[in-house]
């Protein structure tokens, strides 16, 4: 019983550190959705690791958007659409981050391996009117 209140400060320094997982990446890139339906990055070359992607919607797209990251060595612009949307279960997907509404930001981490990639918004309609960019990845 003594012991008690020490493992309870323990486990509550190890789940903190966790949440602040973020702070261990390699890099971060910034992802802007924008008005004019294009999604532009900071960097399109990063060196392999554990990635930061800060996703922002431009605050005048008035749209919910989202990033899906692909791993693919088609161009951007040349993937395969059905009813308004990549289909991304052809696709090696790493990651997504969904519903970033105008004005806010959200961001997630992943670990990525040299090689192409393609990011996109797949909301139906966006990707074919120009929401996908590369991003090549470095050994
Ligand atoms: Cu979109």
Redesign the pocket.
């Known amino acids: 019983m003594i012991r008690s209140p020490r493992i309870a400060i323990f486990f509550g320094a190890a789940a903190l550190s966790l949440v602040c997982s973020p702070g261990y990446a390699d890099a971060m890139i910034k992802a802007t959705?924008l008005n004019n339906?294009a999604i532009q990055l900071d960097a399109n070359h990063v060196k392999a690791g554990s990635i930061v992607f800060e996703v922002s919607n431009a605050p005048d797209?008035g749209?919910?958007?989202?990033l899906v990251v692909l791993k693919t060595d088609l161009a951007d612009a040349r993937l395969p659409v059905k009813n308004g949307q990549v289909r991304e279960s052809q696709f090696k997907k790493m990651g997504e981050v969904e519903d970033v509404a105008p004005g806010k930001s959200r961001h997630m981490t992943l670990k990525l391996t040299p090689g192409r990639y393609v990011l996109i918004?797949?909301?139906p309609g966006?990707y074919s009117m120009g929401?996908h960019t590369s991003l090549v990845v470095t050994p």
């Open positions: 959705l339906h797209t749209l919910t958007h989202e918004c797949n909301q966006h929401m």
